[in-house]
């Protein structure tokens, strides 16, 4: 089989799929998959956009890559539009979303130190956070499946339970130098944490001379309405990290921060050899030219009502089948009432994609460009996908 050649390191749908189209893929054997996984929150606009497409095309016939050792105009321009569009002054461009929270945590340590606090390193994260796969982001994570086996864990970082302020607040040393927290645990099982939560984050930091980041590497990128899940709060970060929906597909990440966040970061001190490559940046600068398009934030909050509202219908029509609905816009989760590997396959079966997490969740994160007539496509598949479930449970028993 052509896996042998490849790690074993994932568990795969045995699925191949050939093409997409919008919020459609297409298997080899021309079967139709409405696709509410969307790579894990990455295929923001669907698949195959065609102002996407094309802009990836006009670069693709000027050039690919040059390095960081010149100056990349699409770097500059769409720096300036996420600045703009932020409470960021600096950009600094990535390849995913782990290297987007690698700069961020950088970013964080060395701050401290330019200010003459070199002791302050340990950056104050949640138990069910998921921030990557490096040494320093499954550290910063805390959780023991992704350690085992890697080595001692990459020191620095301290996990509190999720939510609770005076775990944090217990936390901080003269040793501590930010707090990092996704707005909505997504890996952890689509756990949103409050506005109060947050804004509290964002006080104790100010108090205790510490930098607030947030990963919005799932949340951000218009996932929840709002172009970044942190702005429903109030509360605004130092330091930001990006990736998934804003390349649309294409490998693109970014770490965000205020100048002053960024203040330590000299020439030298962090790189990329791929990153903000020409193609990369022609393509996120085309993913924004839609998602900050007039309205279609809206219709992101509008259609995630329509299917946030059927939703909850299935979970009132099928309580032996779904324990509960969580999550903001169009980043929601459902919480299965018997194992969700079994409702998983159950939605694969009716052709519809999700995505697993913690806590017995199945992610459902279609593409932002879904319609309401698609929403509802995808509960009438998720329902015949419960009606199996339930049928086969009443056979076990039977």
Not at 32 to 54: E, K, M
Not at 103 to 125: D, L, V
């Amino acid at each position: 089989m052509a896996e042998a050649a490849l790690y074993d390191t994932y568990s795969r749908a045995p699925l191949r799929f050939e093409r997409g189209e919008g919020v459609w893929l297409i298997s080899e054997t021309g079967e139709r998959y409405l696709d509410f996984g969307a790579g894990v929150a990455v295929t923001s606009v669907g698949h195959s956009h065609p102002h996407v497409v094309g802009a990836l095309k006009e670069q693709a016939d000027k050039v690919w890559h040059l390095s960081n050792i010149y100056e990349i105009p699409g770097q500059e321009t769409l720096a300036k539009r996420l600045t703009d569009a932020t409470f960021a002054d600096k950009v600094f461009f990535t390849n995913s979303g782990a290297e987007a929270l690698e700069c961020a945590i950088k970013t964080a340590r060395r701050y401290q130190f330019s200010k003459g606090h070199p002791e302050r390193f340990h950056i104050i994260t949640f138990e069910g956070a998921f921030h990557g796969r490096t040494l320093a982001t499954i550290a910063a994570g805390g959780q023991e499946k992704y350690l085992e086996g890697f080595g001692p864990k990459a020191p620095g970082f301290d996990q509190v339970p999720f939510g609770d302020l005076d775990a944090v607040r217990s936390a901080i040393t003269n040793e501590t130098a930010a707090i990092l927290i996704e707005p909505i645990q997504g890996e952890g099982g689509v756990r949103p944490a409050t506005n109060e939560f947050l804004k509290a984050l964002r006080a104790i930091c100010d108090q205790h001379g510490l930098l607030l980041i947030f990963d919005e590497v799932q949340t951000g990128m218009g996932r929840t309405g709002k172009l970044f899940a942190h702005e429903w709060s109030g509360a605004t970060p130092d330091i930001m990290a990006v990736a998934k929906g804003i390349g649309g597909g294409f490998p693109l990440g970014a770490c965000l921060a205020t100048a002053e966040a960024a203040s330590g970061m000299k020439a030298g001190t962090h790189g990329s050899t791929y990153g903000g490559n020409p193609l990369a940046m022609a393509v996120g600068s085309a993913v924004l030219d839609v998602i900050l398009a007039e309205g279609f934030l809206q219709q992101v909050r509008d259609v995630s009502l329509v299917f946030r509202q059927g939703l909850a219908s299935l979970k009132d029509r099928y309580p032996d089948i779904i324990e509960d609905i969580k999550g903001e816009g169009l980043l929601l989760g459902v919480k299965a009432a018997v194992p969700s590997s079994e409702l998983l396959q159950a939605i694969r079966d009716a052709h519809l994609l999700g995505v697993p997490a913690g806590d017995n969740v199945i992610r459902l994160l279609p593409p932002l460009v879904v319609t309401a007539d698609e929403a509802r496509e995808g509960l009438a598949r998720l329902e015949r996908a419960a009606e199996s479930v339930r049928a086969a449970k009443v056979k076990k028993t039977a």
